[in-house]
């Protein structure tokens, strides 16, 4: 018999992030609570820290520029990192790097400060010594990316309604960094900010 039990339950407000460990087995649901909002998600193998999710990867081996249920989310080592066993949306986007200081310098003209998925991932891995320097490209959960015959990207809302959820187990220890997408100037979180809500679950045999 086993019984699902939640261990941490958590919400992140519009614009923030947190990283958290997950171990082998455990289960990472992450829910659109409001809908329509992204969440940036990267996973590093907590055993060693050179291991990271990789988008191209995962294209490669699922075959795929889209996510079903039973595929995994590679490492840049082609090992397993997770398995998506539960998916209420359907849509989900590989291709685009976080949002970051540059891309709202270079893409929107903005040169005030702005949040920002690559400073919140990197700000939650530094709470475990994990050195998060470079510009990567996550599993945007929940975002809708449309790309044409011709190739040509288009970013269109997210099709996820409140309460919608996918749900990801561990394939080994991790050290997970989720942001709510803090692009509140174009259609990727519907033109506002809003939080994600972040549970991890254990599945006990007993
Ligand atoms: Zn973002």
Same mark, same amino acid.
């Given at each position: 018999m086993t019984r699902l039990i939640t261990l941490q339950k958590f919400i992140i407000p519009p614009q923030q992030g947190k990283a958290f460990r997950v171990t082998q087995g455990q289960f990472v649901k992450i829910i659109d609570i409001e809908g329509k909002q992204v969440?940036?998600?990267?996973? %590093?193998?907590?055993?060693?820290?050179?291991?990271?999710?990789?988008s191209g990867?995962?294209?490669?081996c699922n075959g795929s520029i889209y996510l079903r249920i039973g595929d995994y989310l590679f490492s840049n080592k082609y090992n397993k990192l997770l398995e998506i066993t539960e998916d209420k949306v359907g849509r989900h986007d590989l291709i685009h790097p976080t949002c970051s200081r540059r891309m709202y310098e270079t893409q929107y003209k903005i040169y005030n400060i702005h949040p920002s998925c690559h400073?919140?991932?990197?700000?939650?891995?530094?709470?475990?010594? %994990? =050195?998060?320097?470079? =510009?990567?490209?996550? =599993?945007?959960?929940f975002m809708n990316t449309a790309v044409d015959s011709e190739g040509a990207i288009k970013i269109n809302s997210p099709v996820s309604k409140p309460g919608d959820y996918i749900v990801l187990k561990a394939c080994c220890d991790l050290v997970i960094s989720v942001a709510a997408c803090s692009v509140q100037e174009s259609a990727c979180n519907d033109f506002l900010c809003k939080p994600i809500g972040v549970e991890i679950v254990n599945n006990t045999k007993f």
């Open positions: 969440a940036d998600f990267m996973a %590093i193998n907590s055993q060693d820290y050179t291991e990271i999710f990789s990867v995962t294209m490669d400073e919140n991932i990197q700000r939650g891995f530094e709470k475990y010594d %994990i =050195l998060y320097d470079t =510009l990567q490209t996550p =599993l945007n959960i």
